[in-house]
């Protein structure tokens, strides 16, 4: 056993949580953490509204509490409940889209955002001042579909790389960020059809917690156990 | 064989090197990447200016142009050569101190930097500040000795427990960033010393580049061959 | 009948929201609209954590839905479930800490908050930075009382005198704002000792709820009705 | 005899100091203050220039000094004057452009401001910044029009109209700021015609300054006076 | 005749307006332009104030629109009438305090001011805002005397070094910048004292006013007339 | 002899130099230092990468130690090797970039940058931040010609006024500051194109110069020399 992250789909679209799952299949590996894909059922089909967000938090923390984990992941691209759930364990919890955003930081100077919703733009703004990032905000631009017409690929990566190109284009973006949890699956190819690195925030979200809990764990193990192979 | 990220210590200190590569023991996992920690011999003994800084860019360039790896981190606080090394190859590059920084963003409001000299501190402002992050600064103060005084564990641990605190109590911040890539084996003591957490740096930059580096091998191999275990 | 503001106590200390009631009597006036002062039964005796703050947004909201007003105060430090709100009602709603913090530009050029606890510091952090106002921000101090503690009037005045002066000598505040709903009662004293401009953040609220009450009620008027009395 | 507000055109034409009288009658209430409009003699016919926003600040400031007033409010988008007079008077003294972006913050994450003229808007984005607001900062758009043309009310209305579409769907805004003290007759047409919330900035500084007031008196009554009727 | 620059002194006191002559010597070549320094006799005898500020807008346009020159510089440190006097002129017209501040950020990374009143450092945050450098201040503290005072030497200067080294020692600053046009032939003792660059605010601006100059006038020249010595 | 300023074009291409002696000319004066222009030999054609910038850093500073100067200023707009170059010696060392954008800060409030290649941008918004100047920029945008391409004036000018226009009616800029050393020949014509100031870095680096050499030459000569001419 190596230790468990616990990624945790706030909306009740189980769906969503399978996509997720997939789409996070590479950091599984021999002797790593597991990275297991929850579905929080008491959230709505969507997160589509400020309502929503706050609304999932108590049920979110409740299921961090009962669900034992080296690290949680929020896997919202609101966050919901992200410093709620932190004062609820002492084990990391990271949200998708502050992860999102610092992993883009590596990898262009101006993040241009890919929504779903306009409707989710103001609160998407609203985070990127809260993270003191707005230096490097070039733009949020939503695809004006919802939730649930994800399902529809084509559709989907054709307003995708419209969007992207507008912000790449008129925003002066030059690293993009899907700004939902469901739209891993498109990033490569959403990448090479735009030209400019593309960022899931789910899988920047995964990446961070697995260092936290390889080096957590370590820190349990028997010194020197797995340090025999260093360089 | 399971991809390699390779670590370059741009100065040319061997025991720096060495203490690195231990301190990333963590991230070594049996079906993860191997990660090997490098001396750059054109590098000085310590990076202790601006001018150590410019001066081992063509070197570690060349290094990176020479040596096949799936990403590269540069292990010195200064980020040097970062922007040009990404320039050079198009596999990912990362700076301990653009992830340190980024990952610190996780943990807490306002970032206290643990330096070693007093010289160093405009440098890492305007990194800061580059980075867009000044928002998120609470403070950077030195230890005042040399990177070669480090070997001296207890009077370095002494200072550091000093500083921090004073970046906490005076300065506000509530998460601390180690500003060296030599610091580590102290981590964990000092975050219990002074009741925060502790950012390694070169820890951050190896868990970044872990990330890119499973997600890239993933794309490469034929789909599903390790989704079986998804949760 | 003028109208009606609901100023809703997100905790359950009925006690507090006497307070409020009383520290709000001023803008109560013979023309305008009714400011009444409710307790949210649902919430905890004072809110302390980030869960605290998320956990009183659905009956937050729930109340909001039941209660018919002109316009909607919520009358915590933290607000409370604001946007979520805004959702719920196409009333106007106003969170006392953006309302405490923009009045307090009016009355100085930095801003020192005194908070009860010092683990809201970091939730006011994020407030601040949120709004876009960090560079109006001077510091954030506690008093190191719990909020069921500020009935010793002659301990919480002498702390927040030691508080507000440690903003201003040491922080560079040139005006303060209290970090809590139920401090009003001495806000006057406090700015006599203290020598600079306090804002009570509810009081502020109510101002800015009662301006636009008077608008939007004068346009459901027959034009010029009132008038006649003009300048 | 409730208090007094004095609303200053610093601009000589009485037109619009008529306006501005109009536009502020909601804020006439039985109990409360008096809020009377006057026109400063010694001003232009229309403050369009730097050099006319210095011009005005000395007979302002003597205006303040010879009239008794609760509170003034200075009702010039440019905010002439405002830092002098607070020297002059011990009274409240609040700007409109001031209170008119701080207001625009309760109500959108962007603000777009509608000018007069070009020329102004760098007079503006000195402001802007000058408040510490650029992170909320859309965009700033002139109508073209001089002062004097307001009169022709479709020709504005129009023009206001594509402007604030502009300053929506072209900058990002989603709350709009009339840049002037005359067009508050224009605002709940035009909050309709383009669907986002329009602040006209003197209302907003009368409804602070109300609160001033309010406060203030209250606390020179003997206590308890108008507290019976508290919720 | 060489071009002229014109230096303003906007208080009446002749003895500042000989010390900044005699300050700005070092700018006056053969074959340069005349460097005048005159005083505003509408001026007050120190401007210690924003209504001060404000008050010699007037005068101060006036005498740019009455005295010709090919540059002016105003040599206070609040900037009273900058933009007023670029409207006023087509030719350029620099600020004291915009050119300190702008040439020290090539001197340091933080900048510390020294102010004479501590009545005026609001005013400085508010044109350092506005400037949109607030990421470069370190702080603003005063001397606590007044204009007239800084006659006495020894006691100036003791007490530049005190304040000197608190922006370093206590705010982190790296470059000092006077923050009055009267305290010139204390800069090169201050910079050895404190051990860090000190900027003079009209030497600054007469530096950039040089330069303008030399390259206007220039532009009417008959070309390559100067250009023979090229290296 | 007056002293020497060393401008240093660390590109290899004597075109580039000798167009920037004959742009610096008018700041050549008969009592003033001599302005002499250096090709940096091992420097490659043209800076066009950020790996060229970091590659000219050390015989940058080989050269500045091997030429005595009174000033330095580095004639390329990435600033290559400014900070190392500070620590190399103690002489004034100027940027073309840092000087050009603090330059424009007091000729308008938004600056537009022309760049000569795309591919610079994301190097000069990285300097953009590192200056704190993020609020002053308008954008940054690029003709698409390479450096040597430069020779073709009409169709270089034809370009710059598109770009400069997009600027000024796109991105707000009200003034613009070119992105290269050798474009200065076309500034005055591009400003009266497009009517907004441009300002030439190496020209506005040069004038900062030559006031540091001013001043300091001027305090190792006997006390007074000079100054019989003060007005």
């Known amino acids: 056993m190596n230790g468990r992250i616990l990624v945790i789909n706030p909306n009740s679209t189980q769906a969503v ?25 008491e959230g709505p089909p969507g997160i589509e509204s400020q309502r929503h967000v706050d609304g999932v938090v108590q049920p979110l923390c409740a299921l961090i509490g009962r669900e034992t984990a080296d690290a949680y992941v929020i896997a919202c691209y609101s966050d919901p409940g992200l410093h709620a759930a932190r004062e609820t364990t002492d084990r990391p919890v990271l949200g998708i889209s502050e992860c999102g955003l610092l992993t883009a930081c590596t990898l262009g100077e101006r993040i241009g955002v890919i929504s779903i919703l306009a409707t989710s ?111």
Chains 1, 2, 3, 4, 5, 6 share one sequence.
């Open 17 to 41: 949580t399978d996509g997720l799952s997939d789409a996070l299949s590479a950091f599984r590996t021999p002797g790593g953490p597991a990275i297991d894909c929850v579905t929080l059922a």
């Open 121 to 231: 733009i103001p609160r998407h703004l609203r985070a990127i001042r809260q993270m003191g990032l707005w230096e490097r905000m070039a733009g949020d631009r939503a695809l004006g579909l919802g939730v649930v017409e994800l399902a529809d690929r084509d559709r989907v990566f054709a307003r995708m790389v419209d969007v992207g190109r507008q912000l790449i284009d008129l925003d002066g973006a030059d690293v993009l960020t899907l700004g939902c949890a469901g739209m891993a699956y498109l990033r490569e190819d959403l990448q090479e059809a735009v030209g400019a690195p593309v960022v899931d925030p789910a899988q920047a979200a995964v990446t961070m917690a697995l260092g936290r809990v390889l080096l957590d764990r370590s820190a349990q193990s028997p010194p020197g156990a797995l340090r025999a192979t260093a360089g």
